[in-house]
């Protein structure tokens, strides 16, 4: 796995890759293999220096390179760095961490160490630092990493935590990215020691050096305590002024925004915003982005959605600026600022039109939306984009736009993605009851095809009166993943008699339970027509089969307020024989007894006891009967109709008989 690149002589070396590692096996092989595409194309060396590993990581590291060294760890990050430095024998010296990995398009990185002009133009560089925060979501900012110098004899890493290199003029920018996953470890034990090592290190240089916002900045983000964070801020506020703090005084103004907003010190905070724009090097700064993102978080506090409009538009400006190259990137190589990225770009316009929707600007929310690629959101991200979308089309009423968006999705061939489009047009349609018609038929006249087209087809012709059994049927069986949107379809399969026993044996045990609810939700008739199908068809061949009619049965039990008392009653009856044989078919009947009951499930006790209930009752046990229902009220409390239901049946043949 060493480079394929080799070199004669010392002074043939282009780049010296410089690393201090411990313990870091489980990030260290990625990240060397990464570096291999550029070490296998520039004169280079790598230098890895191992502070006290335990584990695998040298071992790994010596898969790729034979200068390893160990150095004894001294509390000081620039020392072990300047031991691996002063190895170093290429013209320029790159660092970087064992969980940053190099992106696989290097070529501008690997075209500028191949041309003297270039290398010898520059004396140091910097390169993107994408650091991620959530692995599920992939939110990052953006950081241009100041990493590369030209080697001469006064370079040395300075700062025993935050170690850093000099920044010589010219500076050069690559546009290559590192991606940087050392923020998702969440571990509280982690986290808590890595602050007890690099607190004391940041105490010991702020005293040496009171004045460096820097190093105060540093402290601000390592307190855990409000308190002290809002102490060294206002320490560093009054550092602003002084020559050798002016790069730095962008990003903490905006750290400090950041900590007022958070406090709820609102005019603090807008204080930190109107600091930033009176500064002669502020409208030119990419750190713009940040003050405009933040600004209209705290509007949004407020509701003041057109204002928040207003700050989120001056941002997408500002954006543009920045990747046309307009905007002064220095503050990058101080800060991580948020909106730089592309995926941050397209989060912050899910943002946007959710401000438009609220202020009821749907059209131009939907233009908005047309511009975002549903294809690189993540699953949160389209969580976001389609609660917009349902607001957008719940004010609007135009469906066939909602049609548009599910053929859209569906096109990707992603079925979390489909589901989660199948679930927001479920819910919709189960939701907004008044509004079906016009929604089906919106849907309908879209001209998108796909499966919940063609079950809208079938409402509406269910509707019309048309016999649609056979269709329905082709349906049924064509659909392979039942967990989302097909709620309507077990409903129609029910108001038309048609068997779902293959249906059921491809349903998981959550999916078998989760229709029910959805449908009673959204009709009003489910407790009766739930009653009628299980009488007329038979669904008693499976143990699974058995479960998704007493399903079917306890969500029309828990719904039948409505119905009249034979109605009532057929039901009930229906649901406690059905419960019976299901709990007396997946339990051994020898070994259910009142003393082991309580370790089943609530509705198989509730079940249990029923069956001992009418049990007694056919041996004209009236008090066991009475005891029996009693106890399975007790142990159910969601039964409480149906047990009450039974009992003034009780009382009411007791006083005729009497």
């Not at 025993?160 to 969440?186: D, M, Q, R, S, W």
């Not at 007493?550 to 119905?563: G, I, Y």
Request: some cysteine.
């Amino acid at each position: 796995m060493k480079s394929n690149l080799k070199t004669k002589r010392d002074n043939d070396i282009i780049l010296s890759i410089g690393m201090i590692v411990k313990n870091e096996e489980k990030h260290l092989d990625k990240c060397l293999s990464a570096l291999q595409k550029l070490r296998d194309n520039v004169l280079n060396e790598l230098i890895i220096v191992d502070t006290g590993s335990t584990d695998r990581t040298k071992e790994i590291a010596l898969k790729y390179t034979d200068k390893v060294y160990d150095f004894e760890w001294v509390n000081d990050f620039a020392a072990a760095r300047n031991f691996g430095l002063k190895k170093a024998k290429g013209k320029w010296f790159m660092f970087l961490d064992a969980d940053e990995y190099m992106d696989e398009d290097c070529s501008e990185m690997i075209s500028f160490f191949n041309m003297p002009e270039l290398y010898e133009k520059y004396n140091s560089a910097s390169y993107i630092i994408r650091n991620y925060s959530n692995p599920v979501t992939g939110t990052s900012t953006d950081f241009l990493g100041s990493r590369l110098v030209k080697l001469t004899p006064e370079v040395e890493f300075k700062g025993a935590i935050h170690e850093h290199l000099p920044a010589y003029n010219p500076h050069g920018y690559f546009g290559t990215v590192f991606h940087h996953y050392g923020y998702i470890k969440n571990d509280p034990e982690y986290l808590k020691k890595r602050n007890e090592r690099n607190m004391p290190l940041m105490l010991k240089e702020y005293e040496e050096n009171p004045d460096d916002l820097r190093i105060i900045s540093m402290i601000i983000d390592g307190c855990n305590d409000m308190d002290k964070k809002i102490f060294y801020l206002e320490k560093g506020l009054h550092k602003l002024d002084l020559q050798e703090n002016y790069y730095y005084v962008n990003s903490f103004l905006l750290r400090a925004m950041k900590i007022y907003s958070k406090i709820k010190n609102y005019s603090k905070a807008d204080e930190m915003f109107e600091k930033f724009f009176s500064r002669e090097n502020g409208r030119d700064s990419v750190i713009i982005m940040s003050f405009f993102l933040q600004k209209a978080e705290n509007e949004i506090l407020f509701d003041n959605y057109d204002k928040a409009v207003e700050y989120l538009n001056k941002y997408f400006d500002v954006y543009k600026q920045y990747k046309d190259g307009k905007l002064s990137v220095i503050d990058l190589r101080m800060e991580c600022i948020d909106g730089c990225s592309e995926h941050e770009y397209e989060s912050i316009k899910n943002i946007y039109i959710g401000c438009l929707c609220e202020l009821k600007r749907f059209d131009e929310a939907h233009e908005c939306m047309q511009e975002i690629d549903i294809a690189k959101l993540k699953i949160p991200e389209l969580k976001k984009y389609l609660a917009n979308y349902r607001s957008l089309f719940r004010q609007s009423k135009n469906y066939i736009h909602a049609a548009k968006l599910y053929g859209k999705i569906l096109s990707l061939n992603d079925n979390d993605k489909t589901g989660l489009v199948l679930f927001m047009l479920e819910e919709y349609y189960k939701e907004y009851e008044f509004e079906r018609t016009e929604f089906i038929n919106g849907m309908i006249d879209s001209g998108v095809e796909g499966p919940y087209i063609e079950l809208m087809k079938l409402v509406r012709d269910s509707n019309d009166g048309v016999d649609i059994s056979d269709r329905l049927t082709e349906f049924i069986e064509s659909v392979d993943n039942w967990k989302d949107g097909y709620s309507e379809a077990i409903y129609l399969a029910m108001k038309h008699n048609v068997d779902l026993n293959d249906a059921i044996a491809g349903m998981s045990h959550d999916v078998l339970k989760s229709h029910f609810p959805i449908i009673a939700e959204g009709h009003s008739d489910y407790a009766l027509t739930a009653t009628k199908y299980c009488e007329n068809i038979n669904l008693t061949g499976s143990i699974k089969s058995m479960l998704w009619m007493v399903s079917a049965l306890e969500t029309a039990v828990l719904t039948s307020q409505k119905l009249l008392a034979e109605e009532r009653r057929e039901l009930y009856d229906l649901f406690l024989c059905t419960l019976s044989d299901y709990v007396l078919n997946i339990y051994n009947p020898d070994l259910l007894n009142p003393e082991d009951a309580d370790v089943l499930p609530e509705l198989h006790r509730f079940g249990y006891y029923m069956t001992l209930a009418f049990t007694a009752k056919n041996n004209n046990d009236n008090i066991a009967y009475i005891r029996m229902l009693k106890e399975a009220l007790r142990l159910c409390e969601p039964m409480k109709d149906l047990v009450s239901f039974y009992l003034s049946e009780f009382e009411e043949e007791l006083k005729s008989n009497n």
